[in-house]
């Protein structure tokens, strides 16, 4: 059974930038596509940026442009690099296969806040 684990939050200023990590316990297949999702406090969560097993990139509109989302299979990690950070940013980011098929993790909490 695949465990994700998600690393890198914090709290930052608006403006700045972070980069989260997503380290698979198990090996997940380079055939699946993965992505990174967030949950706000009383909404549902969604969908921040999926990469496929070709390296195609998709970004939702309020991230393009600003985050970047990248993948290494040999080490079965999936990045997001956060830049240029706004405080509706605030959330807990999730990682999962795209689309999610996987149990979700605990998530790292990003707060945006001056």
């Known amino acids: 059974q695949v465990q994700l684990v998600e690393s890198g939050g914090g709290l930052v200023q608006p403006g700045g930038s972070l980069r989260l990590s997503c380290a698979a316990s198990?090996?997940?297949?380079?055939?699946?596509?993965m992505g990174w999702y967030r949950q706000a406090p009383g909404k549902q969560r969604e969908l921040v940026a999926g990469?496929?097993?070709?390296?195609?990139?998709t970004y939702e509109q309020f991230a393009k442009g600003r985050f970047t989302i990248s993948r290494s299979n040999a080490e079965n990690t999936v990045y997001l690099q956060m830049n240029s950070l706004k405080p509706e940013d605030t959330a807990v980011y999730y990682c999962n296969t795209y689309p999610p098929e996987i149990s979700w993790g605990q998530g790292t909490q990003v707060t945006v806040s001056s």
């Open positions: 990469i496929t097993s070709d390296g195609y990139r």
């Open positions: 198990g090996s997940i297949s380079s055939r699946n596509g």
